[in-house]
Nanobody
Framework: QVQLVESGGGLVQAGGSLRLSCAAS????????MGWFRQAPGKEREFVAA????????HYADSVKGRFTISRDNAKNTVYLQMNSLKPEDTAVYYC?????????????????WGQGTQVTVSS
């Protein structure tokens, strides 16, 4: 069983930056694929970014490519989402997700564990 706890959300002006963190329990965090998703009001949850277990390969949604960076520190059991040049349309609840898997996972249906989410609000 893996527990995920997100933090770092908040209110920021357009053009600003935030860094989200997702702390995971469990001794085998390094073998987990991790991802970030978001859900805006009235919309379905969507993929944002994913990273494989070894901090190597990453993948981003087109809407955040070049502005967001996913990274992980396996020694700290933590995955991060650095968000720069934020736009009002980035406003959403952001969730991290995990699956015991050595590949890259972008589909939310494939993840086994989810955090409770953290709110990001970008004002114009």
């Amino acid at each position: 069983q893996v527990q995920l706890v997100e933090s770092g959300g908040g209110l920021v002006q357009a053009g600003g930056s935030l860094r989200l963190s997702c702390a995971a329990s469990g001794r085998t965090f390094s073998s987990y694929a991790m991802g970030w998703f978001r859900q805006a009001p009235g919309k379905e949850r969507e993929f944002v970014a994913a990273i494989i277990w070894s901090r190597g390969r990453t993948h981003y949604a087109d809407s955040v490519k070049g502005r967001f960076t996913i990274s992980r520190d396996n020694a700290k059991n933590t995955v991060y989402l650095q968000m720069n040049s934020l736009k009002p349309e980035d406003t959403a609840v952001y969730y991290c997700a995990a699956k015991s898997h050595y590949g890259l996972i972008t589909r939310q249906s494939e993840y086994d564990y989810w955090g409770q989410g953290t709110q990001v609000t970008v004002s114009s």
